[in-house]
Each structure stands twice: as C-alpha cells, then as structure tokens.
C-alpha cells in the first residue's frame, strides 16, 4: 500500500503550510554552491504541489523568502529573486492546466520590480482557478504583519468606524494577509530546525507541527503524504480532554 492510499482523504489537512528549509546544507553536501541548492529546491515545490493535489488538500503556504533573508550575501539574494522571476513565468501555464490558483503573502512592495510584476501576472492569469490555491510567502514576516493589522484597526478607531469593544478574533484576522485563508491545521519544517523564524504567528496558533530532518531538496511527495499521516495519527484536543474529541467524532 503506497502512502497516498494510506492517507484518509476526507481527514486531509484543508490547509498545510511549510517552510522549506535545508537548500544550502543541500547544495554544501554535494559540493555545489548555495543557488544550486535553491534551484533543486524548485523540484520539491513542483512535487509537493502535486501531492498536495492528490491528497485532497485545498491551500498550500509556501515561506520562499523571509524578512530576515535580506540580510543574506548580494549574490544570493539576487540568485533568488532572479530564480523566483523565472519559475513563475515558466509555470504559469502548467499552473494553469492543472487549475492551480497563485497568489501570494507578503510585502511585495519591497520585492524588485519584475519580481511584483511577475508574482501580479501570474495572480491575474490564475485568479479564476478553483483547484489547489499555491500561497507563496515573500518578503514575509509575522510581525510585520501583526503591526499592520494593529495599525490598520488604530486608525479604524480613531476615524470612528470601529469601537473597542467591536474588536474581536475575526475582525483583527480580516486584517491580515491571510484574510478569507483558513488557518493550516499542518505546519512542516524541513531541514531539522525546530523553530518558526517569523512566520504565520497568528495563524499556527492551533497547527500541528511536523519536524523532519530530510532537506527541502529531498523532500518529494512521498514525504508530505508521510507528514500527512502523521498529522491523521493525532488528537487535535483545542484544550479539551480525550473523553470530549471521542464523543464528538
Ligand atoms: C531555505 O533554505 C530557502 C530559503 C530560506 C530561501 P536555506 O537557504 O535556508 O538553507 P540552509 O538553511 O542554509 O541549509
Ligand atoms: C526560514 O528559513 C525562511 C524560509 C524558509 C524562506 P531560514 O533558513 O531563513 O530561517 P532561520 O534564519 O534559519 O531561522
Ligand atoms: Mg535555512
């Protein structure tokens, strides 16, 4: 039995977010500079979106460049913004085919300019798809965020459209990037960090967590059926005791 017959189809994580990490370990491994690293890691992107369409899940949060990732060497921030260009206008149209819709979160007013006009374009061209929706985080962070949506509420206050107390759970998630996203009940980290680095801090308030020590260049669709599993094989409690989830199941 293959792993994606193992997996409950109607108990698929609606929403399942990763942060691909481990490209530049990768590439150090087979003696190949940090770019190669990255470039093979598209391969993963491609696979990991099939198998998320097979296995029924309907959004896919991809951290592809962080906030912090600025403060990385000129010659790989350029790779990367230039391997971003280049897979999104390749992928447009198999995106396409296979019904995928792109967009994006992010600040992508601090992106290059080809990199918005691409990641624009390819929202555009896919926008009316109904199939598995491809999130890509760019220029992302979680705080940042959460300052805006504070931010955007003070003003709301201050202008008299909104009162204190009208400010509750949903009206501050409508201000962030993920407005009308449902939270991912999966968040995946590859690469043997077990750490968060800044994203979706709001929105993983409830997600189970899957740590794996396999690099994001090996990581293939085999892998998120796997991490798909593992997420079947648990208790989601939101707080309660055991005896209420089997009541209510
Ligand atoms: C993840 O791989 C990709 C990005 C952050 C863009 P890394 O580049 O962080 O790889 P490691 O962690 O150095 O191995
Ligand atoms: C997190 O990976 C960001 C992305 C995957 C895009 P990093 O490799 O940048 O994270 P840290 O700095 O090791 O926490
Ligand atoms: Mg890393």
């Known amino acids: 039995m293959s792993a994606l017959e193992k997996i409950d189809i109607n108990n698929t ?53 962080s906030t912090e990732n600025w403060n990385r060497p000129k010659e790989e921030v350029e790779g990367l913004m230039n391997l971003l260009v280049h897979t999104i206008s390749n992928e447009v149209e198999e995106l396409n085919k296979n019904n995928v819709c792109i967009s994006t979160i992010g600040n992508l007013d601090g992106l290059p300019g080809d990199c918005k006009a691409e990641m624009q374009n390819a929202y555009e061209q896919t926008k009316k798809n109904t199939g598995v929706q491809l999130i890509l985080a760019l220029n992302y962070s979680a705080k940042w965020e959460l300052m805006n949506a504070v931010k955007s509420i003070a003003n709301k206050v ?92």
């Open 158 to 249: 201050k202008e008299n459209s909104l009162t204190i107390n009208e400010i509750t759970e949903q009206v501050f998630a409508d201000e962030l990037t993920t407005k009308n996203i449902p939270d991912p009940e999966l968040l995946i980290r590859t690469s043997g960090e077990h750490r968060v680095s800044n994203f979706l801090l709001w929105q993983i308030a409830y997600s189970e967590f899957y740590f794996t020590e396999i690099l994001w260049p090996d990581f293939k669709r085999d892998n998120l059926y796997e991490a798909i599993l593992d997420y079947q094989s648990r208790e989601r409690r939101f707080g309660m005791v055991s005896e209420q989830i089997e009541k209510t199941s």
């Open 13 to 65: 994580p609606e929403h399942i977010a990763i942060i691909m990490d481990g490209n530049g370990r990768w590439a150090k491994q087979q003696g190949e500079d940090r770019l190669f690293g990255h470039n093979i890691g598209v391969e993963s992107v491609r696979e990991v979106l099939k198998g998320a369409q097979q296995a029924n899940v309907k959004y896919l949060t991809l951290y592809a460049f």
